[in-house]
């Protein structure tokens, strides 16, 4: 595994800013979120504001430091790109899901068949599991 880390900067420098960096990234996200959301027309968002200000927060936050000082910074930008959407896993999949689309609409049949199927299924394990 290669380290992302600059050969200047040691190993438990490089770890603790990842951290901190990472908790300041949440601290941002944690009060920016609700307010972006409420202006754009989600204005019961804001209840989320007191869990924010409290032992949730507060636990979240620490939760991200300690997960940034862990796994470095490189898959830290990774998770948090996920969560943003930048990340490229988004557009793959959104690939992926025209690649789908597009087969279902050619087989519609086989669409309905496997969907059924696959709904037998799941309806199969769970009353055999609850038996």
Do not use: Q
């Given at each position: 595994?290669?380290?992302?880390r600059?050969p200047?900067?040691?190993?438990?420098?490089?770890?603790?800013?990842?951290?901190?960096?990472?908790?300041?990234?949440?601290c941002?996200?944690?009060?920016?979120?609700?307010?972006?959301?409420?202006i754009?027309?989600?204005?019961?968002?804001?209840?989320?504001?007191?869990?924010?200000?409290?032992?949730?927060?507060?636990?979240?936050?620490?939760?991200v430091?300690?997960?940034?000082?862990?796994?470095?910074?490189?898959?830290?930008?990774?998770?948090f790109?996920?969560?943003?959407?930048?990340h490229?896993?988004?557009?793959?999949?959104?690939?992926?899901?025209?690649?789908?689309?597009?087969?279902?609409?050619?087989?519609?049949?086989?669409?309905?068949?496997?969907?059924?199927?696959?709904?037998?299924?799941?309806?199969?394990?769970f009353?055999y599991?609850?038996?």
């Open positions: 595994m290669t380290d992302d600059p200047e900067v040691r190993w438990l420098h490089y770890r603790l800013a990842v951290a901190f960096c990472s908790a300041f990234v949440a941002v996200m944690l009060l920016l979120v609700p307010l972006i959301l409420a754009a027309g989600l204005p019961e968002v804001v209840v989320i504001y007191p869990f924010v200000f409290s032992k949730w927060g507060v636990a979240a936050i620490l939760s430091a300690t997960l940034g000082f862990v796994v470095g910074g490189e898959r830290m930008a990774n998770f790109a996920i969560i943003w959407g930048t490229r896993f988004w557009s793959e999949l959104e690939e992926w899901l025209y690649e789908v689309g597009d087969w279902l609409d050619e087989h519609k049949t086989v669409a309905g068949f496997l969907a059924v199927a696959f709904s037998l299924l799941v309806v199969g394990v009353w599991s609850f038996r």
